[in-house]
């Protein structure tokens, strides 16, 4: 028999009928009989509301936070955790040979903030090259060249602090939905003698893969690429697909030959008149969200996919849309689509 959900008014009518046959009493409304009926009517249904939920956190397809994580962990499916993001930045000083100490802290001006990853001198151009972690792991972490322009606590002799490149690979920690899927695919595909599951699930399991394709026979027989993205749904770094590699390395069957990349962002520059006023930063994120939203699966972005998320914004309607001078843009296999410059006439009359 199915577990049924019971409100306070049912269990009341079966407390009533049940309490009536036994003692004989009266348990009209305003009788002590039925003040306590009603008192322990309402504890029975939270307890039958907690019964409810205890089912829902056993099976995966219902189950949520700890509960899906400890579900998950009985196959040996991790949730991922979140991750610090890393880069370089280069520090100046007033004199050359100026020490400055391991945990030294840098920040985006009102924004996140690192740590110096190991203790480092000022060469002979006054500046030094330090590895630097974010101090909160997350995707927040993550932040473009030079917007590092700040010290915490500027030592003497300090003259400023700047990152040449971006600052990647940090990744917030897996969801619900994301872990689930894992488990999903996990449970439902034959992973099996190193086959396309078996490279899937391996190259999922690594902290910071936020999708995945495996193309088996990509270069000839033996041969397998392993197509990975971070997983804020953009190219994977350098560290990450070594770690893909690495991992992969020390479990694939003997004689694959694996190759593991990610692919290469292809800008989308995105040009229309439009009748009304579009925010530029909202488009771009709306956009971005569906782009991210389909991860490797895109393979193409027309100017009706982009016209639809246009008209979403403030305006009454559009024409001459291209993306690159064209209405469609496709991708190889080794490209991933971003966004590029957006060139918006707006129309009045």
Not at 56 to 79: K, M, V
Not at 83 to 92: E, F, L, S, W
């Amino acid at each position: 028999m199915a577990f049924e959900m019971q409100t306070k008014d049912d269990i009341q009518k079966r407390m009533k009928e049940s309490f009536e046959k036994v003692s004989g009493n009266s348990t009209l409304e305003g009788t002590f009989s039925r003040d306590i009926i009603n008192a322990n009517s309402a504890e029975f249904q939270n307890a039958y509301a907690e019964m409810n939920l205890m089912i829902d956190a056993a099976f995966s397809n219902t189950a949520w936070g700890e509960y899906l994580t400890r579900r998950c962990a009985e196959y040996g499916i991790d949730r991922k955790p979140a991750v610090k993001a890393t880069g370089v930045v280069t520090i100046t000083t007033r004199a050359a040979n100026t020490f400055i100490p391991k945990d030294t802290i840098v920040e985006v001006p009102g924004g996140q903030a690192y740590a110096t990853t190991t203790a480092a001198t000022t060469d002979a151009n006054k500046t030094a090259d330090i590895k630097i972690e974010a101090v909160e792991a997350g995707a927040k972490g993550n932040t473009a060249r030079h917007t590092i322009k700040k010290m915490r606590l500027p030592f003497y002799g300090f003259v400023s602090v700047d990152n040449a490149e971006d600052v990647t690979g940090g990744a917030d920690q897996e969801t619900d939905n994301a872990l689930r899927e894992r488990y999903n695919i996990a449970v439902r595909t034959p992973a099996t003698s190193g086959n396309k599951y078996h490279y899937y699930n391996w190259a999922m399991s690594i902290d910071g893969v936020g999708a995945c394709r495996v193309i088996p026979l990509w270069n000839g027989a033996g041969t397998v690429k392993v197509s990975i993205i971070n997983r804020d749904m953009t190219t994977a770094d350098d560290k990450t697909i070594k770690k893909v590699a690495d991992y992969i390395e020390t479990v694939r069957p003997i004689g694959a030959t694996v190759t593991v990349v990610s692919p290469a962002p292809k800008a989308v520059n995105i040009a229309a008149n439009v009748y009304g006023s579009v925010d530029k930063n909202k488009f771009r994120a709306d956009l971005d969200d569906y782009i991210k939203s389909q991860g490797l699966n895109l393979r193409y972005l027309s100017a009706a996919q982009v016209g639809k998320i246009l008209m979403q914004q403030n305006i009454s309607d559009y024409d001459n849309l291209t993306l690159n001078k064209t209405n469609k843009v496709s991708v190889s296999q080794d490209e991933l689509l971003s966004i590029g410059s957006l060139d918006f006439t707006e129309v009045t009359g």
